[in-house]
């Protein structure tokens, strides 16, 4: 953060960091959770933390922020207006970084599925996108 940052583009800045446990990730692990599937958080020992680790099937769930990561639709297009030589940089070093650990993970075993935040509003196709991706839940006798 450097000084003649604004108040502005502080807050907005802010507003839009990455924490543990933001609402899109929240949505993804009730939905799995409900499915039957289990899994650990924050695979702090793999590529990137993946937010979902399905360790016995060697998958992993990232959920995004579209506007962080720089993801292709509308909201993830949204670039305050001023100083967007910065904002374009910092999003773009984020996706570089993305597609590395993503990369580095599958050449680890491990199948990758993102899930970006402009999914959650269809959670039909969401259900359906996490289940395609995880295969048949676990069996409850
Ligand atoms: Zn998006």
Redesign the pocket.
């Not at 970006?116 to 999914?119: A, D, Q, T």
């Given at each position: 953060m450097t000084e003649n940052e604004t108040k502005e583009h502080r807050s907005w800045t802010m507003s839009r960091v990455k924490s543990k446990d933001t609402a899109p990730e929240m949505v993804v692990r009730r939905l799995v959770h409900s499915l039957g599937y289990r899994y650990r958080l924050h695979g702090a020992a793999l590529p990137g933390k993946p937010d979902l680790v399905f360790a016995g099937r060697r998958k992993v769930i990232f959920v995004h922020g579209?506007y962080w990561h720089g993801?292709?639709?509308?909201?993830?297009a949204r670039i305050p207006a001023t100083r967007q030589d910065y904002w374009l940089k910092k999003i773009g070093r984020n996706r570089e970084r993305d597609a590395v650990n993503v990369s580095s993970l599958e050449q680890l075993g491990w199948d990758v599925l993102v899930v970006?935040?402009?999914?959650m509003k269809d959670r039909v196709a969401l259900t359906d996108q996490l289940k395609a991706f995880l295969g048949e839940p676990p069996q409850t006798a």
């Open positions: 579209c993801h292709d639709c509308k909201r993830g970006w935040e402009c999914e």
